[in-house]
């Protein structure tokens, strides 16, 4: 059995989908198909049960999961030993996080992280920060800058490296909604757009809840860039970090509101899998950030 079919077989029990994972590994169907064949063949039963609609892991599959999830991080962290002489290791490390986070966060981290280990490949994809926790959770990557929910799960491995209070925000250009914020009309009364999941979205809810507000909720958007974006449009006010503001493209226009609600600071870490310490490069990511984020 080669490592190729474990990740072929933990892709395809993430997505649920031949097409997709088949696209996303460089496969055709076809070849994903008898790839999984073989290993069902090799497993001694189904692995996976199939109609036109939908794709579903059988408790074989179920099973076989924990044992390919295992045995895949210990090849990896074998293979990395491996390699490595008394002073260098190589390898490679998936890294997710926002856009704002790759220029204003991640820099700093793997500044030192690549002077130490340059021969360690980093392969960095970007998204919704509050998608980061779930990535790594299921395996797409290896790592991600995450904001620290209110709950973490036992697997996961966090790392705090900075804190950024939230701020309420409003448009600066002429626009209807300006003008209410002249006239000192209360942010409560006024359109708000809100995150569609995460710590902050959790902590405005309770805030609102606890003092009986019901203010107008525009719309819900997904990352605080789209926060950002839609309130300098002049759609509505919003609640982002501190950092993500400060780090706005040149486009954007907004400004800080007063009297907004008193909340914990959004606090971003580096998250990671726990069953990851059998892997030298997550151990040393680990050491990096908590020596470059010292304060955590």
């Known amino acids: 059995m080669d490592t190729r079919s474990l990740e072929l077989f933990l892709d395809l029990s993430r997505t649920l989908r031949f097409r997709e994972t088949s696209r996303r590994c460089h496969l055709t169907p076809s070849a994903l198909t008898r790839a999984i064949a073989r290993l069902e063949d090799e497993v001694g039963g ?28 210990e090849w990896q962290g074998f293979m990395a030993t491996s390699r490595a002489s008394t002073s260098v290791v190589r390898g490679e490390l998936t890294f997710y996080c926002s856009v704002t986070a790759s220029y204003c966060v991640l820099p700093r981290l793997l500044w ?38 209110g709950h973490v799960a036992r697997s996961l491995h966090l790392v705090p490296l900075l804190q950024t209070p939230l701020m309420l925000i409003g448009p600066v250009r002429p626009c209807p909604l300006q003008m209410k914020i002249s006239e000192q009309v209360p942010w409560t ?32 958007a997904s990352g605080n860039e789209a926060i ?27 400004r800080y509101l007063e009297n907004g609600p008193i ?34």
């Open 46 to 73: 189904a692995l996976f049960t199939r109609d036109r609609r939908s794709v579903r892991l059988t408790p074989t599959g179920t099973r076989f999961h924990e044992y390919a999830e295992q045995a895949l991080a």
């Open 112 to 149: 030192s992280f690549r002077q130490r280990h340059p021969d360690i490949a980093v392969i960095l994809r970007t998204g919704d920060a509050e998608h980061g926790i779930e990535r790594v959770a299921d395996s797409e990557v290896d790592a991600a800058l995450v904001p620290v929910p």
């Open 189 to 220: 009364h006024l359109p708000l757009i809100l995150p569609e999941t995460g710590p902050a979205r959790e902590q405005i809810a309770a805030w609102l809840k606890v003092r009986r507000l019901k203010p107008q909720i525009l719309t819900y």
């Open 228 to 254: 950002l974006s839609m309130t300098s449009l002049g759609l509505g006010v919003g609640i982002v970090p501190r950092l993500v503001a400060e780090h706005a493209s040149t486009a954007i226009h907004v």
């Open 263 to 296: 909340l914990e600071p959004y606090t971003i870490a580096l998250c990671t899998r726990r069953q990851s310490k059998t892997n030298p490069i997550i151990a040393i990511l680990r050491q990096v950030a908590a020596e470059t984020f010292p304060a955590s």
